[in-house]
């Protein structure tokens, strides 16, 4: 695959023919960044070899929901105008045959819409002026396989967008800076926040692995709101203009990632406690509670009435507040005794809890019910089809215990210091002690599910920029040699952090799924533009991004119908009859289902294997032998088999003539 030749067709936005000058670098296009977002682009690069792969590779490249999420952005760019193409993501009628679909309103497609925008704008722009925006190669990809054309380079689609996920992520380390320098109150801080977050990068980000992910767009801006909220923390009276620039940027958070709610709800938590523990003065709080009210509301409106907002257990905690505040629970003495303290943050859980479930019976809201369903799953024996979807994955399970610990000590450490200090002193630790209630709740949310330790491992790193604040570790002696005792620490950190990046650029490998892509080829020159499929959530994402047919289910979770569907489709996995079956895909209009042995083999651990997950829900069947095995000797006689490979087996389902 590393022998590249120019390739004949147009590399150029007006046309022009390849650029007849070797080039053998990896990943041009993408690596003009500033430093972080250079260090992503390589990762990424060294990971998949991109710069190497056909435009069909790199759309296989964005499995489960980045390659939902990346169609849609395909789409509007393919469309003849922006216009048409917001239109047809709006009136989708691919996603969920036969139903029509808005999809900007159920997946949070605001950054494929600005990016779509901005490349339309760009390609136009270069064609006006004849300004070269790609150069594509033909690629030998050996062991008899046929070469493929290869681009690099903004004007590829692809690359354009995994471009400005890298520079936005980049532009997020220089807040980390100025996060850990501001909270710190040395420019020190900063350095030790970045260092940390590079030493600590595996473990605080998977951007570089993932960059469709809704958390690529959204975390930058929650780093940007955290640092406004510090500010607005810091200073006696907030002006207007910070709580917009809070709001703008909170905004920004929830646009992009359905579950910023739950971010945002640890949020109002740390903010309540540090009210009620007499940190926080009742009119910043006040201030700060109705910029989260009308930014909730705007994101709403929005979202074109997205019901998943307002019966979220954010939204009931803001108005729980607001109507402790109307109820004159708020505004009490900080000398107060603590079980009278304790008993308002209960009510306020209580109440928070209690008003989500009436919002969601009064609306008939149950999109995020298999949310609560994981969190009781979490705490009891509580099990159903959904649940074990999320629990049989390795990132949903717990988090190790020793990481508890740890944060357990520097949480009741940063207590001891701000309550030995005397009341009129205690203003200054409202930033410690809101950082650190914030700490123990993206702690809590990571030992509940591991795969949100992506917001607690960045957060220990801006904690981390207190080492230098003088009114924290002033005792330690002068400037000079507070300073040499980060700097040491800040070394001894490095011999283990330097491994982690070695480890990280170390990653060298190269992305290829023939398989898939005979399948994708086959679905292409083989069924009618309008044939509808159902599969594995995973495939189903590939099939409408590279051959645009419609599809009954896909991997973004969050909906109540969505997930209905799923477990219709997933009955082939089941131990049931091949007629139950038959018919639950002929119901839903199915006329190719995709059978993949994997997903009727693989078992993660014990209870995790499909058939095993399907007992729960279809415990009189129990024991026999699963239906996909039956599927994978003979289709015979429910389905056709019209196509197969190791790993892929498509089974055409028979008309419904009722």
Known sequence: RNCRTPSTSPDYSDGKGADPRPRYTRGGGAA?????????SRLFENDRHFSHLSNLEKEMAFRTEMGLYYSYYKTIIEAPTFLEGLHMIMNDRLTEHPLVINTLKRFNLYPEVVLASWYRMYTSTMGYFGIPTKMCWSINRGEGL????SCEGLGDPAYFYVTCVFLLNGVMMSLFFIYGAYLSGSRLGGIVTTLLFFFNH???TRVMWTPPLRESFAYPFLVLQMLLLTYILRTRSPSRTA??????SNLCFMLPWQFAQFVLLTQVA??????ILGYLAAAKMQSILVTHMITLGVCFLLMFGNSMLLTSFYASSLISIWVKKAAALFGINVLIRLPQKLMQGLAWVGSTVLLKFVLSTILGASDDAHISGLIKSKFTSYKDFHTMMYTCAAEFDFIELEVMLVLFYNQIRAQIIGCSQPF?????FLQLVYHSLQL???ALLAVLIMRLKLFLTPHMCIMGSLLCSRQLFGWIGERLKHQSVVLAVIAMMAVQGVANLQAQWAIIGEFSNLPQEELLDWIQENTRPDSVFAGAMPTMASVKLSTGRPIVNHPHYEDAGLRLRTKLVYSMYSRMSGET???????????????????CTRRTRPGCSMPEIWDIEDPQNVGKIPLCTHMSRSSRPYFTTVFSNDIYKVLKVPKDHR
């Open 32 to 40: 003009r960044l500033t430093p972080c977002g250079f260090h992503l």
């Open 146 to 149: 046929s070469p493929v054309d």
């Open 202 to 204: 595996g473990e605080s």
């Open 243 to 248: 709580l917009v620039a809070l709001g703008i």
């Open 270 to 275: 740390s903010l309540f406690a540090s009210y």
């Open 424 to 428: 009129n002193v205690k203003t200054l």
């Open 440 to 442: 123990l709740a993206f």
């Open 581 to 599: 079956v038959k018919k639950n895909l002929m119901k839903l209009g199915v006329d190719y289902f995709i059978l993949e042995d994997s997903w």
